[in-house]
């Protein structure tokens, strides 16, 4: 059995994606939430492929995030070997670079492998 390396760990976290796109917000004080159910990335230990359902719920500041940018960005990791916790922990950093918004949560719900199913949440801004 292959032993766990740094690479493995840090894998995908610098790998370069399309940009996500934003529009100016035109209003204040409410929430959006997007589902994106059929996630895809590579395991980058294994190779074999990890499915999911990423949920981002965000209130918006300044700007909104463009939809169709988005969908370009999440294929962008079909093919990308990334562990299901950088996943979710990157996506967030790249939504907060994007649109700064006021509160963003993102939920990462990944389907059973071995009869073990993940749920992974981050929130910005972080608690102290």
Avoid at 58 to 69: N, V, W
Avoid at 83 to 92: D, K, P, S, T
């Amino acid at each position: 059995m292959r032993e766990y390396t740094q690479e493995h760990a840090r894998a995908g976290l610098k790998d370069k994606l399309p940009l996500i796109d934003v529009f100016l917000n035109s209003f204040k004080g409410y929430e959006i939430t997007v589902v994106i159910p059929e996630f895809t990335s590579i395991c980058p230990r294994s190779g074999l492929p990890d499915f999911g359902k990423i949920t981002i719920k965000y209130i918006p500041k300044r700007s909104c995030i463009e939809l169709k940018s988005l969908k370009t960005y999440i294929l962008g990791y079909r093919n990308l070997g990334i562990f299901n916790e950088n996943v979710v922990n990157r996506i967030l950093k790249d939504i907060v670079s994007a649109c700064a918004p006021k509160k963003v949560l993102v939920v990462g719900e990944f389907t059973p492998r071995g009869g073990i199913s993940t749920i992974i949440e981050v929130k910005y801004p972080q608690k102290k």
